[in-house]
């Protein structure tokens, strides 16, 4: 089972800074195809994937950011790069049962057991429902999810 999310801009938002997010399916162990296209390099971007659950507020489980064609992952790790217009993927497999992930960048494994959750738990299902995307001028979001137990 796959769901499709697209994030795209509407033109009066052209040079605005806007978070959009939408909600996914809540798989247990899953796998994000992401895509990501940045409009100008110099603002940046920044996406999370989320757990809404439990708490008042949502809880980033896994979270990547770039600016100025640099890609850091949630620890502040450099991992890549990229350029305005020109489409990259970053793979992200969520091991729900260890709360943990691994993601892959172009197809390359970047980082493997890397602990989940940039907040606080409170008592939260730990399944990712949503992801939330910072974004600057014309950039967009693809997001592709795959998993297992609702």
């Known amino acids: 089972m796959g769901t499709q999310l697209w994030i795209f801009p509407t033109s009066f938002q ?9 909600s996914l399916p809540q798989f247990e162990n ?7 296209v940045v409009d100008n ?3 940046g971007f920044e996406f999370s994937i989320m757990e809404t659950g439990a708490a008042a507020t949502a809880v ?4 990547f950011s770039g600016q100025e064609g640099y890609i850091f992952d ?5 991992f890549g790069g990229y350029q305005s217009g020109i489409p990259f993927d970053i793979s ?3 091991d729900w049962v260890n709360t943990g992930f691994k993601y892959y960048f172009e197809d390359v494994l970047i980082a493997n057991n890397l602990k ?3 907040g606080v738990l409170n008592e939260m299902s730990n399944k990712a429902n949503q992801i939330e995307f910072q974004k600057y001028g ?11 137990g609702l």
């Open 116 to 118: 989940s959750f940039t």
């Open 60 to 63: 980033d489980l896994i979270q």
């Open 92 to 94: 992200i497999h969520y």
């Open 30 to 36: 899953s796998i994000f195809d992401v895509t990501v």
């Open 74 to 78: 949630q620890s502040g790790n450099f």
């Open 41 to 43: 390099p110099l603002s």
């Open 138 to 148: 014309n950039s967009t979001l693809n997001v592709s999810v795959n998993g297992a």
């Open 14 to 22: 052209y040079n605005i800074n806007m978070e959009t997010s939408g």
